[in-house]
């Protein structure tokens, strides 16, 4: 049975871009499922730091094919600005390792644009969007006026579709956003450029996916954004508009449950989120901004694709069993726990109060998750520094207890922790 599948356990940002690297190493198929430039993944090679926002950890490695799945929303435009990116860093990118599936969907400037001037408009209430356009391209796909990739092929059609998509989208900008229209005839000429330069790598990527599977080749799945942001299965409205769960790689890329045999999650050894909703071990003191850092380091929590500062808390064991128990986890993977060091005490949520009462599950209802009081475990520190440990027996004892009381918390076991962003700062259990 050959799929992994990668998830982000949390609010996004929990190091799916490194896992996803290593996986990588053993892999002949990546491939992106859902979301869009929003996500920003996080490799480093080296000196080298690589920021993807749609391409797969496998351009990085040599062999691999990468796959952009039917439930992505693509900027072409950005696609193709990471098409150079990693050319100019010495990773071509071809029609043999890279495709795209006729399938997934296209993101339009008009997309940009109401996304930007929903988010002005709900004042206070803004959701704290990526202004990337994709709650407004995947409102097009599920409203069925959707521009796909297919339509790329035939580039002449395809100029009047994303003129007429323009048109469209500028009676909602002008009328009830009071915003500029944008010209239809500009965005389908460079739309059409676009198009020419994709053309070669946009394909059928089922016969591609069924072939390997046949083969028995392994086919590992990038998920993007977090759990707590899936659309049905996060905290909704404070979500993203797609699923970044396990379900999105089956819809996403299309194939059957009895492929995948490892479902691993990824989850930071303690809590961030970034944009608005709530959080309910949010820390506002030092402990809080210890644990984002000052962005003097490269690994600092502020935004790897819009730099905003993230919210940052104790790790929210309630909210990690959720997502193991949505996915399916069959394996952890611990993140940056080289960030707790130094820390006199590190607590864990095992349970929220609402309303006095406590509860051990993590609630659909956006004003209990409000209201949520966490019920911590509390843990000893460790002193010592453990940046690019990768024994075991070389972690300080409390390190060690940490990591299995994540595992017990949670209820699936931690296959690895790891203590710094390089490929080699990684301790498999
Ligand atoms: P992703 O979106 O899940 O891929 O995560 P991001 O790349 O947005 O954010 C994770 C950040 O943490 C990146 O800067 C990574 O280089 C960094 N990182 C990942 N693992 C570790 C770790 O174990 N220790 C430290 N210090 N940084 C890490
Ligand atoms: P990766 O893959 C963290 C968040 C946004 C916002 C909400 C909706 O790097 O983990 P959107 O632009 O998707 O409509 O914004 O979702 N968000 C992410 N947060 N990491 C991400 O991706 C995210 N992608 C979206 O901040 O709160
Ligand atoms: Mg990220």
């Known amino acids: 049975m050959p799929v992994t599948v990668l998830i982000g356990a949390q609010w996004g940002d929990e190091g799916k871009g490194r896992v996803a690297d290593w996986l990588a190493a053993d892999a002949q198929i990546m491939a992106r499922y859902g979301g869009g430039d929003n996500a920003g993944h996080t490799i480093t090679v080296g000196d080298e730091i690589y920021k993807m926002h749609l391409i797969p950890a496998g351009a990085l490695r040599e062999g691999v094919i990468n796959i952009l799945g039917h439930g992505m929303v693509i900027n072409p435009q950005k696609l193709l600005e990471e098409f150079a990116m990693l050319e100019g860093r010495g990773h071509p990118i071809t029609p043999d390792n890279m495709l795209i599936s006729e399938r997934a969907h296209i993101i339009t400037p008009s997309h940009r644009a109401i996304d930007i001037?929903?988010?002005?408009?709900?004042?206070?209430?803004?959701?704290?969007?990526?202004?990337?356009?994709?709650g407004p391209a995947y409102t097009d796909k599920v409203q069925r006026s959707g521009l796909q990739i297919y339509h790329m092929l035939d580039e002449e059609a395809f100029g009047d579709r994303v003129e007429e998509h323009i048109a469209r989208w500028n009676e909602q900008l002008e009328k009830i956003y009071r915003s500029s229209p944008l010209d239809p005839k500009t965005v389908a000429s460079e739309y059409t450029e676009y198009a020419r330069k994709l053309k070669p790598f946009i394909t059928n990527i089922t016969l591609v996916i069924q072939t390997a599977l046949e083969e028995g080749e392994r086919i590992v799945c990038e998920g993007a954004q977090g759990t707590l942001l899936d659309l049905d299965l996060g905290n909704y409205p404070f979500v993203t508009s797609s699923s970044a769960g396990v379900a999105g790689a089956l819809s996403g890329l299309g194939f059957g449950p009895q492929h995948v045999d490892r479902v691993v999650g990824a989850t930071k050894?303690?809590?961030?989120?970034?944009?608005?909703?709530?959080?309910?071990?949010?820390?506002?003191d030092d402990y809080g901004d210890r644990l984002r850092g000052t962005g003097e380091n490269p690994w600092d929590e502020y935004g790897t694709t819009t730099g905003r500062a993230r919210r940052t808390g104790w790790l929210d064991g309630v909210a990690l069993r959720y997502a193991v128990q949505v996915n399916g986890f069959t394996e952890l993977v611990l993140t940056k726990l080289d960030i707790l060091s130094g820390f006199d005490e590190l607590k864990i949520a095992v349970a929220y109060e609402i309303s006095g009462k406590r509860t051990e599950y993590f609630p659909a209802k956006l004003?209990?998750?409000?209201?949520?009081?966490?019920?911590?475990?509390?843990?000893?520190?460790?002193?010592?520094?453990?940046?690019?440990?990768?024994?075991?027996?070389?972690?300080?004892?409390?390190?060690r207890d940490y990591i299995l009381k994540v595992g017990e918390i949670v209820g699936v076991t931690v296959k690895q922790a790891t203590t710094g962003p390089a490929r080699r700062d990684v301790i498999n259990l």
Not at 119 to 132: L, P, V, W
Not at 275 to 282: K, S
Not at 370 to 384: I, K, L, N
């Open 117 to 134: 001037a929903k988010e002005a408009a709900r004042g206070d209430a803004k959701i704290g969007t990526t202004g990337r356009g994709i």
């Open 269 to 284: 050894a303690f809590s961030t989120r970034v944009g608005a909703g709530p959080m309910p071990t949010e820390l506002h």
């Open 367 to 399: 004003e209990d998750l409000e209201a949520a009081t966490p019920v911590y475990e509390s843990f000893t520190g460790w002193d010592a520094d453990i940046m690019g440990v990768t024994e075991w027996d070389a972690l300080p004892a409390a390190a």
